[in-house]
């Protein structure tokens, strides 16, 4: 599977947009972008994932660069609760049953 | 999605002896679960694979006498830490995947932390 590269930590007021970039260079065609967060102490959460299409659901949104080969999540408007470490793993594509890599993520903190 | 219980969400035990983490699924069918570990500041490990039924794949680095996985039912999976040590100290998650989904349909239970004193 594809290596990631994403920033230690980032901050952001309550209420902008937090954008998350991700760097996944080596990307290959048949792996997939996908997004979770653990807020400190849970499980991870899944988010959002995405091929090369830019993608939204009720949490985030994921814009894909037309390369591939880095993306940024978009929390729209960020809340306090929204304080977690995010991650971007890149995985292939289909339905085996394969554990996560996860990297170090993104420590992002929202400040009131 | 998938509700997934770990039980219990703590435990601090003595060093040298065995604790046992459950990790059920509350309304989904999981053919195959995951367990992962998390030190202090640190990202997520797999640690195993193990499918209903058949035994569990440790990932390397992972003892497989120390770490014992058994997946009785497609709703339970237990993770049993045996003679545990201080080093054994750490946040404990499990995952759960149904049959032909995909990644993003891997539920993460709330994790367990073991304290090993």
């Known amino acids: 599977d594809a290596k990631t590269t994403q920033p230690t930590s980032m901050d952001c007021a309550e209420g902008r947009a937090a954008n998350l970039p991700c760097n996944h260079s080596t990307i290959s065609g048949n792996e997939y972008v996908y997004w979770y967060r653990q807020i400190h102490s849970q499980g991870p959460q899944y988010i959002i994932h995405g091929l090369k299409n830019n993608e939204t659901n009720e949490m985030a949104s994921l814009i894909i660069t037309e390369d591939r080969k880095s993306s940024t999540l978009i929390l729209p408007h960020a809340t306090l609760r929204d304080t977690a470490v995010y991650y971007c793993?890149?995985?292939?594509?289909?339905?085996?049953?394969?554990?996560?890599?996860f990297g170090k993520g993104t420590h992002l903190i929202i400040q009131p | 999605g998938a509700v997934v219980s770990q039980h219990p969400s703590w435990v601090i035990c003595k060093s040298g002896t065995s604790v046992k983490i459950e990790c059920r699924s509350l309304?989904?069918?999981?053919?195959?679960m995951f367990w992962y570990r998390q030190f202090p500041k640190q990202s997520l490990m797999l640690m195993a694979t193990?499918?209903?039924?058949?035994?569990?794949?440790?990932e390397q680095g992972v003892e497989k006498d120390k770490f014992l996985i058994n997946h009785a039912s497609l709703t339970l999976s237990t993770l049993t830490v045996t003679s545990a040590h201080p080093e054994d100290s750490s946040f404990y998650i499990c995952?759960?995947?149904?049959?032909?989904?995909?990644?993003?349909?891997?539920?993460f239970g709330p994790g367990t932390r073991l304290t090993v004193t």
């Open positions: 309304d989904f069918q999981a053919t195959t």
């Open positions: 995952s759960l995947q149904g049959a032909g989904q995909r990644y993003y349909e891997q539920y």
């Open positions: 793993i890149v995985i292939t594509s289909g339905g085996g049953a394969d554990g996560l890599t």
């Open positions: 193990s499918n209903e039924g058949s035994k569990a794949t440790y």
